[in-house]
Antibody
Framework: QVQLQESGPGLVRPSETLSLTCNVS?????????WGWVRQTPGKGLEWIAN???????YYNPSLESRVTISVDTSKNQFSLKMNSVTASDTAVYYC?????????WGKGTTVTVSS | EIVMTQSPATLALSPGERATLSCRAS??????IAWYQQKPGQAPRLLVY???TRATGIPDRFSGRGSGTEFTLTISSLQSEDFAVYYC???????????FGQGTKLEIK
């Protein structure tokens, strides 16, 4: 069955760029579905960040759009998230997930702390 | 932005009892709502989509209903593994601007 696994640094300095990758197993990204990111904080709860389709469509949460880029590498069957100019409020558990509307498969999540 | 409001924030029940969780949207969604279950240290798990369709592998004790702005998730007879946090999520708009409720914690009484 399809599996998603997030990877990336657990600690990011303020004002720097957060970079995460989601590796997809047992399913080809090019076979369909949208793929995206959701984060979770104690204060704001679950927050949808962005999603994309392998052929190019990309969508962003308007509140984050100016700082976020989502991309896909079909040769590696993975997709990525970059968030620049991070602050302490970007400290969260970041999940990658499958789905355009609702998310039916999720990664286990990775904790990212923004701190100097 | 569509705001999703869940109630109650916490629900304390005993195994075998019936649980009813509510989610209200700030504008009509049609049936474009999903429900998730989350246990500590785990990712959310999809339970229901399109307001009332159970996801693959979800037991039939979980049922969703509602339309417009009022939605409910019912667990007919609580099992020990059902005590968790439950979230609703709307997906009414495209391009997407998905939003989640703040969650209902279902705890053992």
């Amino acid at each position: 069955q399809v599996q998603l696994q997030e990877s990336g640094p657990g600690l990011v300095r303020p004002s720097e760029t957060l970079s995460l990758t989601c590796n997809v197993s047992h399913y080809s990204i090019t076979s369909g579905y949208y793929w995206g990111w959701v984060r979770q904080t104690p204060g704001k709860g679950l927050e949808w960040i962005a999603n994309l389709y392998h052929s190019g469509n990309k969508y962003y949460n308007p509140s984050l759009e100016s700082r976020v880029t989502i991309s896909v590498d079909t040769s590696k069957n993975q997709f990525s998230l970059k968030m620049n100019s991070v602050t302490a409020s970007d400290t969260a558990v970041y999940y990658c997930a499958r789905g355009a509307y609702f998310m039916d498969v999720w990664g286990k999540g990775t904790t990212v702390t923004v701190s100097s | 932005e569509i705001v999703m409001t869940q109630s109650p924030a916490t629900l304390a029940l005993s195994p075998g009892e019936r649980a009813t969780l509510s989610c209200r949207a700030s504008q009509s969604l049609g049936g474009n709502i999903a429900w998730y279950q989350q246990k500590p240290g785990q990712a959310p798990r999809l339970l229901v989509y399109s307001a009332s369709t159970r996801a693959t592998g979800i037991p039939d004790r979980f049922s969703g209903r509602g339309s417009g702005t009022e939605f409910t998730l019912t667990i007919s007879s609580l099992q020990s593994e059902d005590f968790a946090v439950y979230y609703c999520q709307q997906y009414y708009n495209w391009p997407p601007m998905h939003t989640f409720g703040q969650g209902t914690k279902l705890e053992i009484k």
